[in-house]
């Protein structure tokens, strides 16, 4: 299975799954990324599933994923929350861990809230900010894997899709104007997506550098791909979790403990700073 093209059925039987075991329509959808699962904590009134439960649903195997759809309520808003994701790197298809973004739009979502955990590659960030994702370098989409290849349903979005504005202006103005109110730092860059599980080299880091991307990172990029395609608007958030190494030093590695540890830090004002947008969301 774990190569093969999903079909329109496949994700309807996900969806009606889901419908089944909730008693809410979600406008918003949510993907907390790796450390970044007790966000999800932050929802009242939950009705929570497992990914084991739900047909077709890839299941995230890392530590730091929890591996549930939360759904319920956030500022107003009903939202479907998953509580980790699955990555390229565990061994499914690009098809596959974005069935969820489908699977979320066919239950009613309009937007999409994109959380990862990231290495920052500009020179000006530090482990524990926050970056607003302004657009992406989809490396590992550019060699071939691409969420959207195979054959194309046209009743499901266009053979191919634009992605000049991935990341939505408006919300993307106001991600940063509640940032400014209530004094959060938020940088702003390049999001550039490479398969993992292995962190880069330093002659990688400084090639990533050169093609002007911000932030690294094995996940997000072929999810929003799919939201695009699927006529969802998308603001994407990084948390920044270690800063990636440029030169070898001897004793100094990345490792996925700092990423989970960064979390710690990045909770908190991630949370804050969802909250913020999801409140004034009906505004733009
Ligand atoms: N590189 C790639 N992916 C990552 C990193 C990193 O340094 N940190 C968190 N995810």
Redesign the pocket.
């Known amino acids: 299975m774990m190569n093969d093209f999903f079909t329109q059925e496949d994700f309807a039987e996900a969806a009606d799954f889901i419908r089944h075991h909730t008693r809410y329509t979600p406008d918003v959808a949510l993907i907390l990324g790796?450390g970044l699962s007790s966000l999800a904590e932050a929802v009242t009134n939950p009705d929570v599933i497992p990914y084991e439960e739900i047909p077709h649903f890839p299941i995230p195997h890392v530590e730091g994923h929890a591996g549930r759809l939360v759904i319920g309520e956030l500022e107003g808003w009903k939202v479907v929350v998953m509580q980790g994701r699955a990555h390229y790197y565990e061994g499914y298809s690009m098809q596959h861990l974005t069935l969820p973004v489908r699977v979320m739009h066919m239950l009613g979502a309009k937007t999409l809230v994109v959380t990862?955990?990231?290495?920052g590659l500009n020179p000006q960030f530090q482990v524990g900010d926050l970056m607003l994702i302004t657009d992406h370098i989809n490396l590992i989409g550019m060699a071939g894997l691409n969420p959207l290849r195979g054959p194309n349903d046209p009743a499901l979005g266009p053979r191919f899709p634009d992605m000049s504005q991935a990341y939505d202006p408006v919300l993307r103005t106001l991600a940063l104007r509640v940032a400014e109110k209530l004094e959060l730092p938020l940088r702003e860059g390049v999001y550039v997506c490479?398969a993992?599980p292995s962190?880069?080299t330093p002659a990688e880091i400084r090639f990533l550098r050169v093609i002007g991307a911000d932030a690294?990172?094995?996940s997000t990029v072929p999810e929003v791909i799919v939201a695009r395609y699927s006529g969802m608007r998308v603001l994407g958030i990084s948390g920044i979790?270690?800063m990636?190494i440029t030169e070898p030093v001897e004793g100094k590695q990345?490792t996925h403990v700092e990423?989970l540890e960064a979390g710690r830090v990045l909770v908190p004002r991630l949370i804050s700073l969802l909250r913020g947008v999801l409140r004034e969301l009906d505004a733009v």
């Open positions: 790796s990862n955990a990231a290495g490479l993992g962190f880069e690294v990172g094995m979790s270690n990636a990345a990423v």
